[in-house]
């Protein structure tokens, strides 16, 4: 076999019976995790294709990859042919039911082999992969129309992963943006099971109940846009608002009850808040309005509970909630903060039940963690446990990454800015970044927690006139690299 490898050349590589073969393995599908791996071990792979040579055991330092590039490329396209098996469909069903619909198969199994080839060459590989997938589609007799998607989906294959963990895609100009970005149907459920074949090939603790319900919401939300069914933001708040007081109408809540509510809560709520979240919200105040108040649910098929805290508005007190989450061990996944027009807080935490713990303790854990809570916005605790555990994990100091902190102003909201994290995760960090952000004056108002096994990647909106001083926008960054050092 070695000998044989050893007379695969450019000569071989231009032979187009050679090509139409090698393309035939992604036409065909069958065995095609099984074919890649075996060309791989012995070399093939690399003297076909000389970029993919420069990624063999090419190790990733970035403490959520835990596979060289060749490794996990080869894991993403056995995820993406699994989703198209019918014997897998347990697995994700809903993900193996859009890839078995899926006319252009081959373009993704094609994209996952050529998504991470460019890595490694340093600059943007997304970018600089398109030329290695463009370069194959011409010499293996692809259309026009499957070039420019595989082309796509290579320079775009972290789109979606990024809007749905870092962004608000409650807003509608988040779900506007991605949605000229992707354009078209066909795009938006290609780059839906690639990034989810992507996130459970590049590390199992990454895949979890949460991420899944992310990207779905995202997808669903992008596929209503792309149709035309979302209207203007006007419409869409609306329309929250009209499926909230449906809701409360069926369940005989008067409908003074319900203004009283509304009026509470003001208009910007509806721009801030997810239909399902407002339905939640408002059935668990609307018959007890009478703050502070705290209600937690088990979301389903999940690890985790939503929290929700209404109180009125006082000093520091996302930070305090934050440590009492982290105190029970629990990792905060997001986190919307909310101010009313009559200074009061609603606050909406999502948080992720300690491995240790099976699902039959959920209960118990629940009951537990609203006691405290209770206890804490009716001022009978202090929850002020201090962040003295800052220790990182062996890994973590054996393949470091420095802290990156981005401050971006908002272009249609003044004094909104977006904050972006980068950051070795450890025990009480966004209690204490929070707590940055109130020293320096900054009102946050959405937080997106992305925890990548040890890396976290963090999204803030906050609101503060204060930072358009670029001393006090250097002061805050230095303020925040401290607690990430």
């Known amino acids: 076999m070695v000998g044989a490898t050893r007379k695969i050349n450019r000569s071989f590589y231009q032979n187009s019976e050679n090509r139409r073969r090698f393309a035939g393995f992604f036409r065909s599908g ?10 791989n071990l012995y070399g093939v792979l690399g003297r076909y294709l000389p970029a993919w040579e420069k990624i063999v055991g090419l190790l990733q330092h970035d403490l959520f990859h835990i596979y060289p590039v060749d490794d996990h490329i080869l ?43 460019a ?31 595989l082309a796509w989906l290579v320079e775009n294959h972290l789109l ?45 603790k990454l895949w979890n109940a949460w991420r899944a319900s992310l990207l779905e919401s995202l997808f669903h939300a992008a596929g209503r846009c792309l149709a035309g069914n979302d209207g203007n933001p006007h419409a869409l708040f609306g329309r929250r608002r009209q499926e909230a007081a449906d809701l409360l109408t069926r369940a005989a809540v008067p409908e003074k009850q319900q203004k009283k509510l509304w009026n509470a809560l ?52 996302f930070a305090r909630l934050c440590r009492i989450f982290s105190r029970h061990g629990f990792d905060i996944l997001a986190a919307r903060a ?19 713990h099976a699902p039959e303790d959920y209960p118990d854990i629940q ?52 904050v972006e994290i980068t950051a070795v995760n450890r ?20 937080a997106k927690i992305s925890t990548l096994d040890e890396r976290v990647e963090d999204s803030f909106t906050v609101f503060s006139p204060d930072l358009k001083n670029p001393k006090i926008q250097s002061s805050l960054k230095q303020a925040l690299l401290e607690q990430l050092a």
């Open 160 to 204: 979606m992963s990024a809007v749905a963990q870092k962004e608000d895609i409650q807003d509608p100009g988040v779900l506007d943006a991605f949605c000229k970005r992707v354009q078209t149907h066909e795009r938006l459920s290609a780059l839906y099971l690639l990034t989810i074949s992507d996130i459970r090939g590049t590390n199992p």
């Open 367 to 418: 009951s537990a963690l609203e006691a405290e809570l209770n206890s804490f916005i009716h001022g009978h605790t202090v929850a002020e446990t201090q962040s003295c555990n800052r220790r990182i994990s062996r890994r973590s100091r054996y393949m470091p990454i420095a802290p990156s902190i981005t401050i971006t102003p908002e272009e249609d909201y003044p004094d909104r800015y977006s």
């Open 266 to 317: 003001g208009s910007a709520y509806f721009a801030r808040h997810q239909s399902r979240e407002i339905l939640w919200h408002a059935a668990n105040l609307v018959h007890d309005f009478e703050p502070p108040i705290v209600r937690s649910r088990i979301l389903p098929q999940s690890d985790s509970f939503q929290v929700m805290v209404f109180m009125p508005n006082g000093p520091r007190l």
């Open 119 to 149: 890595k490694g060459r340093g600059g943007d590989h997304a970018v600089q992969g398109i030329a290695d997938a463009r370069q194959f589609a011409a010499d293996h007799f692809l259309t026009e129309e499957e070039s420019d998607l």
């Open 30 to 39: 069958n065995g095609l995790t099984q074919t890649l791996r075996f060309l």
């Open 427 to 446: 025990p009480f960090l966004l209690a204490d970044m929070a707590e940055v952000f109130f020293a320096h004056n900054v009102s946050l108002r959405y």
């Open 75 to 117: 894991a993403v396209v056995r995820n993406v042919r699994r989703l198209a098996l019918d014997m897998h469909s347990h697995e994700l069903p809903y993900a193996s039911a859009l890839m078995q619909s899926f006319e252009k198969q081959d373009i993704l199994y094609l994209a996952a082999f050529f998504h991470d080839i």
């Open 338 to 356: 909310f101010i009313t027009e009559h200074d009061y807080i609603l606050d909406t935490f999502i948080v992720q039940i300690p491995s240790q």
